[in-house]
């Protein structure tokens, strides 16, 4: 019984949903959430009202198909609220931008992802990634990632898994998954 009651805090730490459309529970966080009758997107998942689930890759295959749902602009509205919270977390200094600073945490210990740009040397994503022990996601390339906050490059950034960094985190993967369209549903 002990083992039934961990698995089920386990649950507890992680919600899962189920998409309605290939009917395969997920971890809430990589979802893409929807308001019944509306069929308004719910980027946050904060909306009030009765939601629905989605997979991005679903939403990617059946996008056309969807009523009101657009994969482009999803991608879209995701990215504006990436960089909005890269912007937010740079303000409020919850992230740490460069190499060195994000080296600086995770020695550390603190626990957190990172963010690489695309186009990032691969001996620094190497080097920076043997001291990792967490995931990472390659998106925007170096001008793009500066540009977000009036640098001019920015090849690595650390976020700390905070509430807000894991909401960042769900962000990110949501457009990730859209934006491969095949990658996996089930884990
Ligand atoms: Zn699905």
């Known amino acids: 019984m002990r ?3 961990s698995f089920q805090e386990k649950q507890q730490v992680k919600p899962l949903r189920t998409c309605v459309l290939c009917k395969k529970k997920r971890p809430k966080e990589e979802l893409i959430r929807f308001i019944a009758g509306t069929g308004e997107v719910d980027l946050l998942k904060k909306k009030r009202g009765r939601g629905y689930y989605i997979c991005p890759e679903c939403v990617f295959k059946a996008g056309k198909k969807l009523r009101k749902v657009d994969p482009e602009k999803l991608k879209d509205q995701l990215k504006k609220q990436i960089i909005s919270h890269i912007q ?13 600073q994000a080296e600086k945490e995770i020695k550390r210990g603190k626990k957190g992802f990172l963010i690489i740009a695309t186009d990032v040397a691969e001996r620094t994503k190497r080097n920076i990634l043997s001291l990792l022990n ?25 976020v700390p898994e905070t509430k807000f960094g894991l909401k960042l985190k769900s962000l990110i993967k949501q457009f990730l998954d859209l934006e491969g369209g095949s990658v996996n549903c089930q884990r």
Do not use: P
Request: aromatic residues 20%; glycine residues 20%.
């Open 3 to 5: 083992g039934f009651n």
């Open 88 to 100: 937010i977390g740079w303000r409020g200094r919850i992230i740490h931008i460069g190499y060195d």
């Open 134 to 158: 967490g995931d990472y996601y390659q998106i925007f390339t170096k001008r793009e990632l500066g540009s977000f906050i009036g640098k001019e490059n920015v090849g690595i950034i650390f």
